[in-house]
Each structure stands twice: as C-alpha cells, then as structure tokens.
C-alpha cells in the first residue's frame, strides 16, 4: 500500500548549523511532494513543495531533494534558528486523486 | 482574510454524546478536508469534498459523517462518540492541483476528548 514515512523521530541541532530531514516514500506513482511545519498547539503550515519533474527546489533557507530512484526526499533547513522548533511532515500526491499521504512526522529541536 | 477557522476549539464529549465540529474558509476553495491527529503521528485523512454538495470517503471515515452544504463551509459529525475519537481534528482548503500547487491550508484545530 502506499506510505510516506520518516527515518528520524526527533533531530537535535544546535543554533545555527544546517538541519537535514529526511522522507521516505512507497508510491512510485507519487509525483507531487510537500514539506509542512507544525509548530506545537497549531494546524500544518506549508513550507515548500516539488513535482517529480525536478530533483531540487530551493526557497528561502530551504531546499527539498527528490531523489526517484530511491523514492527518497529531503528537507535542508539552513542555519537553523530557534523558530524552526517544529515538527516537520511530508506529504505525497499522485496526480487525479484528490488526497495527500503525510508521513508521521520529525521533531526539529534546536538549542543554543 | 481569516483563512480556515474552526469552531469549537476545545470540546469534552462523554460516550454516546453526538456534536458537529465547524470548519469555514473564506479563500474560495473548492476542496475540503477532515483530519484527524493523534499523538506521535502524522495526519489521517476522514472525509473529504471537492466541491459544494459532494464528499468522499477518506483513510478513517468510521464513525463520523460529512456535509457540504456552502462551498465554505464543511462539518464534521460524530453521531455517538467513543473514547477511540480521542484526538485533534484539522479542517483544512485547497484548490485543485489542475489549478497550480497543491497547497492545503489549515485550520487551528480542534481538541476533543470523550471520556
């Protein structure tokens, strides 16, 4: 069946270092991905997404990494600041269904 | 814009009671969604809309019942509440991916326990 999940449940990075999550997904179908943040006692907020078309997508302080061969994603949050505090979950869609897959999710801690 | 909303925010429901949860947008979205969170996991899809007067079925749809009647607005039904329905409800909107991104917007969402 299908499944977007998450190698780490919780990654510790310190201030200012760079923070890598990573998601593994099942579907080869999959063709469109996204990143959401959750901060504690809130909804999901989006924060970058990627069609399968690319293999590299850069925001501001963020690039997702689509690797298809693997069925592999990536999060790189640079120079992590204490409000990216969060957990973090991807999402998967398969083009003609109406409905995304999140995976579990990967709590970002990031001390001083 | 408010974006999604949802009303009540918090809500304690003892066994066999019945509510109805209300999520309201305002960005004209024709697509809708119920989910549900529970602790250490990610988000489980229960009914969802594409459009005013339809819905579908999600990953857990037992025990809870959907109406579209506005194209803003999309309740959520539990008809006799069970302990199991624990959780944190997120309503959220979105366009349809034909049209662009596939962003979902999210409500604040709602925390019910039954007991």
């Known amino acids: 069946g299908e499944s977007v999940g998450l190698h780490l449940p919780t990654l510790s990075v310190q201030e200012g270092d760079n923070s890598i999550i990573n998601c593994a997904y099942s579907?080869?179908?999959?063709?469109?991905f996204i990143w959401y943040k959750q901060e504690s006692g809130k909804g999901p907020q989006f924060i970058i997404d990627?069609?399968?078309?690319?293999d590299k997508r850069q925001g501001q302080r963020v690039t997702v990494l689509l690797n298809k061969t693997v069925k592999h994603l990536s999060l790189q949050i640079a120079a992590t600041q204490p409000g990216d505090s969060a957990v973090y979950f991807c999402a998967e869609n398969t083009f003609n269904t109406d409905k995304l897959i999140f995976g579990t999710g990967t709590r970002l801690q990031v001390f001083p | 814009n408010a974006g999604v909303t949802q009303t009540p925010k918090f809500r304690v429901l003892k066994t066999g009671q019945s509510m109805t949860l209300l999520c309201a947008q305002d960005?004209?979205?024709?697509?809708m969604y119920w989910y549900r969170q529970d602790p250490g996991m990610g988000l489980r899809l229960i009914h969802y809309s594409v459009g005013e007067g339809t819905t579908a079925k999600g990953e857990v749809p037992d025990g809870y019942n959907v109406s579209r009647l506005k194209k803003q607005n999309f309740l959520l039904g539990l008809e006799s509440a069970a302990p199991s329905q624990t959780s944190v409800y997120f309503c959220a909107s979105s366009r349809p991916r034909v049209m662009g991104t596939y962003e979902q917007y999210f409500g604040p969402g709602t925390r019910l326990t039954v007991t």
């Open positions: 960005m004209n979205h024709e697509y």
């Open positions: 990627i069609r399968s078309n690319m």
């Open positions: 579907n080869s179908a999959s063709d469109y």
